[in-house]
């Protein structure tokens, strides 16, 4: 198998059908390993699968049914968040204190702890929805940090619901509208990757300028010590 069809949208839809697009939507919410699963672009051409001219295009048997589609992924994504949120809440710390590896990152668990605490509990955890590998890990930091179930559960669901069903109708709608929309699925899935990730770049570069700039403080601090002997 090629390695660049784990980020093809289309690909998935094709290989696993109905069933595998509502397995991966629970994998990526959560399972620790499903980070890398491409969530959002999957809707969107999940949706465009429910299209029949682009079912056909794609090599679908039939369409997928949409109102399924519509009741099951987020239900999927509920129950795959909630099963993330239990993990925290259970072997969070011990789960998250393993060495980097090369599908496990400590910087994962850190973006995840850093919107939990920008954006605060309930906004995070609608907001992670939309970005990829935070919406994997900051379900189970918010069990880790204590986040009530009860509260989690309340917002998991409206995030749930906001995320799949909007992707969901904006491939439903343009693979019914748009002539040979299927022309567009692999640059648009690329677009839709380019601009989830956006965030994670610019906290990225943001705290690198600001890890550098810590690094350099003390320095400038120590020229500028009158005490100092040089």
Known sequence: MDLTNLLDAQWWIVTFGLIGILAIIFAETGLLIGFFLPGDSLLVVAGMGASAAVATSVGLDAPFPLGVLLVCAPLCAIAG???????????????????????FKQEYVQKAEHYFLKFGPSKAVVLARFIPIVRTFL????????????????????????????LLLV?????SAIPNVDRYILPGAALIILVSILPIVREVLKNRRENKGGADEPRGRHHRDPASPL
Do not use: C
Not at 81 to 103: E, V, W, Y
Not at 171 to 175: K, N, P, R, V
């Open 81 to 103: 968040a909630q099963l993330g949120h239990l993990i925290g809440a259970k072997s969070g710390p011990r789960l998250f204190s393993r060495p980097d590896s090369r599908f």
């Open 171 to 175: 491939g439903y709608f343009a693979g």
């Open 139 to 166: 379900n189970p930091v918010a069990g880790m940090l204590g986040m009530p179930p009860r509260k989690f559960f309340v917002w998991n669901v409206i995030g749930g619901i906001l995320w799949t069903e909007s």
